[in-house]
C-alpha cells in the first residue's frame, strides 16, 4: 500500500514569511538532506514469533555530516511500528525546517480522517485557534490557495490520520503521542520549484503524505525579516526521536479504536 518512504528530515515549502527573513537560504543544508541520505548500516533481528525488527542507520550530507536511526517493527497482522531519531552534526547548525517522513500512497486513497487540530490548517506557532476534533475531507480539500503556492494544510496534534478510498478503506497512522500531518498532491519539492499560481502546477497521480515530528513555525510578527520565535524552532542543539505506527484499515469507522490498540511483541 505504501508506494515509497523517504527522507527522515526535509525542508518544507517555503511561506512568505520564510521568504521575507531569508529562511530558505539560510537554512539550505538541510533542505536535499533527507533525499541525499546514505544508509550505512541495515540489521534485522527476529523478535519471538511475531515480529520482525529492521534497524536503518544513515548519514545526512549537512555541512557538519548529521546521522539517523530507522527502526521498522514489522509485525505478523501487517501493522509496522516506526521509530525515528535525528542527531544533527553539530549545535551550530541552522534550525531545521521540518523533522518528519514523506509517504507517497495510491492516489485511490484520497480522502483524509483525521483527529487533531482543525479544520484550518494550523502550525505549532499558530493552532491556538483551531479545536483538536475528528475531521474528515478530501486530500485535494487540504490545499489553502495562496497568491503564491507554498507551504499549506499542515495539521497539529494529530492523534491519528487515516487515508482511505471511498469505502473507508485505507491506512491508519497512529502517533505515539502526536504528529503533524499534511496530505497533499504535491511534494515539498513540487511547491519549491518557484511556480508564480496554482495552476502552474500539475497534481501528482499519488497521495503525499507527510508524517512528522514536527516542522518549525511559520512566523509572522511581519513577513518582510521578523524570524521565527526561537521556542518555535527545531534547533540543532539537540536530537529529536519520534514514533508512529502504520496499520491497514477496514474501516474507518474502527480508526480511533485501532489507534488504541497495542501490538504485543512477545
Same mark, same amino acid.
Given at each position: 500500500m505504501v508506494g515509497r518512504a523517504a527522507e527522515p528530515v526535509h525542508?518544507?515549502?517555503?511561506a512568505d514569511n520564510d521568504h521575507g527573513n531569508g529562511q530558505h537560504l539560510r537554512n539550505r543544508t538541510w533542505r536535499d538532506a533527507g533525499a541525499r541520505r546514505k544508509?550505512?548500516?541495515?540489521?534485522?533481528?527476529?523478535?519471538g514469533?511475531?515480529? #520482525? *525488527?529492521?534497524?536503518?542507520?544513515?548519514?545526512?550530507?549537512?555541512?557538519?555530516?548529521s546521522t &539517523?536511526?530507522?527502526?521498522?517493527?514489522v509485525f505478523g497482522n501487517g501493522e509496522i511500528k516506526v521509530d525515528n531519531t535525528l542527531h544533527p552534526g553539530a549545535a551550530g547548525?541552522?534550525?531545521?525546517?521540518? #523533522? *518528519?517522513t514523506l509517504l507517497?500512497?495510491?492516489?485511490?486513497?484520497?480522502?483524509?480522517?483525521? &483527529?487533531g487540530r482543525g479544520p484550518e490548517e494550523n502550525h505549532w506557532d499558530r493552532n491556538t485557534g483551531t479545536d483538536v476534533g475528528r475531521y474528515?475531507?478530501?486530500?485535494?480539500?487540504q490545499w489553502t490557495s495562496y497568491i503564491r503556492p507554498q507551504e499549506n494544510g499542515n495539521k497539529t496534534d494529530v492523534r491519528w490520520a487515516a487515508l482511505t478510498d471511498a469505502g473507508g478503506r485505507g491506512l491508519l497512522v497512529s502517533g505515539e503521542p502526536l504528529l503533524e500531518i499534511n496530505a497533499s498532491h504535491f511534494t515539498p519539492e513540487d511547491l519549491s520549484a518557484g511556480v508564480r499560481h496554482d495552476y502552474q502546477l500539475t497534481p501528482r497521480d499519488a497521495v503525499v503524505l507527510r508524517v512528522n515530528h514536527r516542522q518549525t513555525g511559520v512566523g509572522g510578527d511581519d513577513s518582510?525579516?521578523?524570524?521565527?520565535?526561537?521556542?518555535?524552532k527545531l534547533l540543532a542543539d539537540r536530537d529529536y526521536a519520534y514514533t508512529y505506527r502504520l496499520r491497514p484499515l477496514t474501516d474507518v469507522k474502527e480508526a480511533t479504536a485501532a489507534s488504541r490498540r497495542a501490538t504485543a511483541t512477545e
Open positions: 525542508g518544507r515549502p517555503p544508509v550505512t548500516d541495515v540489521t534485522v533481528r527476529a523478535l514469533e511475531r515480529a #520482525v *525488527g529492521i534497524e536503518v542507520r544513515g548519514t545526512l550530507p549537512t555541512t557538519a555530516e &539517523y536511526t530507522t527502526t521498522y517493527t547548525l541552522p534550525y531545521i525546517p521540518e #523533522v *518528519g507517497f500512497l495510491p492516489c485511490r486513497l484520497d480522502r483524509l480522517h483525521y &483527529y474528515s475531507s478530501t486530500v485535494a480539500g518582510w525579516g521578523a524570524h521565527t520565535h526561537d521556542e518555535f
